[in-house]
C-alpha cells in the first residue's frame, strides 16, 4: 500500500499543488473581493434583494444566508470552490483507476500479490487526503483574510467532503464505464446536473421578509452542493449537512471496490455501443476521424454557448435594473468590460464566458492528440500517408471549426433573445464581442498545440492550468480587487468590445500574433518531434 500510495504522489505532485494552490487563492481573495466591492452593508442587501427576485440567476448563485461579509462572501465563492474541489477530485479518481487500466498498468500491478481492489483503495486514500489537505488550507487561508474562524473552519469543512463526495462518483463512474473518457464525461455531466439541480433547489426556495436569506426547497437535498451550502457558513454553522457529503463519498468508494472485485480486467457494466464493421466514406480522412472523435464533446461545449447567449441578451434588461439600484455592481461590471452602456457590458461580461467554453473545448481537442498519442492509436494514422504536420495541424482545424460552432451557437441564441428587444442594434455587440472571444479563445489551441510539441507529458495539466488562470485573472481578477494590469494577461480580458456603439479592438491584433506564432511555431517543431507514446 505505502509503494501504491508514493507512485500516486509522485505522479500527481505537481497537478494536485495547482488544482489546491488555486482553490486556496480563490478563497483568500473572496474576502478582500467583497469588502473592497460591497463595503456596506446597504449594498450586499440591495444585490441580494434583486438576485432573489430572478430565479433564473438565483441558479448560478449561491445561497443567501445573510448581508454580513463572511455570508456574503460564501455566498459569492462557495458553489466554486466545492465545484472546483469536485473537479479535482473526480479527474483524480478516474485517472487512477480506469486511466491506468486503459494504460495497462493496473493489468501489472494486479500480477503482483498486491491483488486486483488494492490500487482502488490505495486511489481513495490519496484522493480523500488530497481533499482533506485543501480544506485545511481553505480553512487556513480564510481565517489569515480575517474572517470568522469558526465560520471558515465549516467553509474548509464543506470545500473538503464536497470533493470527497465526488471522488467516490469518479469512482464509480470509473467501474460503469470501459475507457477513461467516458467515465469523464459521465462524472462531468452528473456535476453539471446536480450544480443545476442545487441551483433550482435554490431558486424555488421561499426568501426572508428582508430578503437576505432563503430557505431552500427539498430539491437541494439531491445534490452534493446543496448539502455544502446547507451548512450554512457564517450563519449557523452546522457541519451535519457537510457530513452527508463524507458518507456519500465513502458508500460509493465501498460499492465501487466492491463491484471492481467481481468484473473483469477492462469491462465495464454499462456495455460499449457495438460498431460498424467499415466506416462510412466520409470518416476516411485525417480530419474526419479527428471530428469524430471530438464531435461529442464538441456539441455538449456548443450547448453551454447556447445557453450563455440567450442568458447574456434575455438579463440585459434586468442587470440593469440590479446595477441601476446599487452604484457597485454597475463599477464591478464596468471594471469586468469597459464598455459604454450597461447593456453592453452586461453581453460583455457574459461573454466572457462563452469564451471560456470555447478555450475548453479547443484544450480539449488538442488534448485529445495527446491521448491518441500516449495510447498508441497515433501509430495507426501515421502508419499511413500522413506526416505528423498535418496529423496536428488536423487537430487545430477542428479545435478552429470547434471554436465557430460555439461562437455561431451563442450569437445565435443571443438573436433569439433579443426578440422583442427595444434595442435592435444591441446584437452588433453580440456577434462583435462572441467573435472576440473566439479569438481569445484560439490563443489556448495554439498555446496547448505548443506545449503538446515540447513538453507532451505536460499538455493536459499546462494547457488547463492556462485555461484556469486566464480566467481567475479576467473573470473574477475585477470581482476580487486585484490590480487592473493583471487583467491584461488575460486573452478574455483583451479582446474586442463595443463601447458606446464603437468597436474598441483592444489587444486583438497582439492576440492574432500570438496565434500566428503559435501555430506557426507548432507546426514547424513538429516536424522534428518524434511519437512520445510514453503515457
Not at 495547482?18 to 444585490?47: K, M, N, P
Not at 480544506?135 to 470545500?159: F, N, P
Not at 450597461?342 to 461573454?351: H, K, Q
Not at 511555431?521 to 516536424?527: D, T
Amino acid at each position: 500500500m505505502g509503494a501504491l500510495l508514493r507512485q500516486r504522489l509522485r505522479r500527481d505532485w505537481l497537478q494536485l499543488l495547482l488544482w489546491i494552490l488555486a482553490i486556496v487563492l480563490l478563497a483568500f481573495s473572496g474576502y478582500a473581493g467583497v469588502t473592497q466591492s460591497y463595503g456596506t452593508h446597504a449594498d450586499r442587501v440591495e444585490v441580494l434583494a434583486a438576485v432573489m427576485a430572478n430565479p433564473v440567476i438565483m441558479m448560478f448563485r449561491g445561497l443567501p444566508s445573510g448581508a454580513s461579509e463572511g455570508q456574503f462572501m460564501a455566498f459569492e465563492i462557495l458553489p466554486w470552490l466545492t465545484m472546483l474541489a469536485a473537479l479535482m477530485s473526480t479527474f483524480l479518481a478516474v485517472r487512477h483507476t480506469r486511466g491506468d487500466e486503459e494504460a495497462g498498468r493496473s493489468e501489472l500491478v494486479a500480477a503482483t500479490p498486491t491483488g486486483r481492489t488494492r490500487p482502488t483503495v490505495a486511489t481513495i486514500i490519496h484522493g480523500a487526503g488530497a481533499n482533506v489537505v485543501l480544506g485545511v488550507l481553505v480553512t487556513l487561508a480564510l481565517i489569515a483574510s480575517k474572517v470568522d474562524a469558526q465560520g471558515s473552519v465549516v467553509m474548509g469543512v464543506v470545500t473538503g467532503t464536497t470533493g470527497i463526495a465526488f471522488l467516490g462518483i469518479g469512482l464509480m463512474a470509473a467501474q460503469l464505464m470501459r475507457t477513461s473518457r467516458g467515465a469523464n464525461s459521465l462524472t462531468v455531466w452528473i456535476l453539471v446536473a446536480t450544480f443545476l439541480i442545487n441551483g433550482i433547489g435554490n431558486a424555488a426556495g421561499t426568501p426572508s421578509n428582508d430578503l437576505t436569506r432563503i430557505t431552500s426547497s427539498w430539491l437541494v437535498w439531491l445534490s452534493p452542493f446543496g448539502w455544502a451550502e446547507q451548512a450554512r457558513p457564517y450563519d449557523t454553522n452546522d457541519y451535519r449537512p457537510a457530513l452527508l457529503g463524507l458518507v456519500f463519498g465513502l458508500v460509493l468508494a465501498i460499492a465501487a471496490t466492491a463491484l471492481q472485485s467481481i468484473r473483469d480486467m477492462g469491462a465495464g457494466f454499462i456495455p460499449e455501443r457495438r460498431g460498424r464493421a467499415h466506416a462510412r466514406p466520409a470518416l476516411g480522412t485525417p480530419h474526419a476521424l479527428v471530428w469524430r472523435l471530438t464531435s461529442g464533446s464538441i456539441i455538449g461545449w456548443a450547448i453551454g454557448g447556447a445557453l450563455t447567449g440567450i442568458l447574456a441578451t434575455t438579463l440585459s434588461g434586468l442587470a440593469g435594473q440590479i446595477s441601476g439600484q446599487n452604484p457597485a455592481v454597475e463599477q464591478i461590471l464596468n471594471k469586468i468590460a469597459k464598455a459604454g452602456s450597461l447593456d453592453e457590458t452586461v453581453v460583455t461580461v457574459f461573454f466572457t464566458m462563452l469564451g471560456i467554453l470555447a478555450a475548453c473545448a479547443a484544450v480539449q481537442t488538442i488534448a485529445r492528440a495527446r491521448q491518441e498519442e500516449a495510447h498508441g492509436t497515433a501509430e495507426n494514422v501515421l502508419a499511413r500517408p500522413v506526416d505528423r504536420v498535418r496529423w496536428l495541424a488536423d487537430y487545430l482545424l477542428v479545435a478552429l471549426f470547434a471554436i465557430l460552432i460555439i461562437v455561431a451557437a451563442a450569437v445565435a441564441t443571443g438573436w433569439l433573445g433579443l426578440a422583442g428587444h427595444p434595442k435592435s442594434d444591441l446584437f452588433k455587440v453580440v456577434a462583435i464581442v462572441g467573435l472576440g472571444q473566439g479569438v481569445a479563445a484560439l490563443v489556448f489551441a495554439v498555446l496547448a498545440a505548443v506545449v503538446f510539441v515540447l513538453l507532451p507529458r505536460a499538455t493536459i495539466p499546462v494547457a488547463w492550468g492556462l485555461v484556469f488562470l486566464a480566467t481567475v485573472f479576467g473573470l473574477f481578477g475585477p470581482l476580487f480587487g486585484l490590480p487592473e494590469w493583471t487583467t491584461k494577461f488575460s486573452p478574455f480580458a483583451v479582446s474586442p468590445i463595443v463601447s458606446n456603439g464603437n468597436v474598441d479592438i483592444q489587444g486583438l491584433w497582439w492576440l492574432i500574433l500570438i496565434i500566428a506564432a503559435g501555430a506557426a511555431a507548432s507546426l514547424l517543431l513538429m516536424r522534428r518531434r518524434e511519437l512520445a507514446s510514453d503515457g
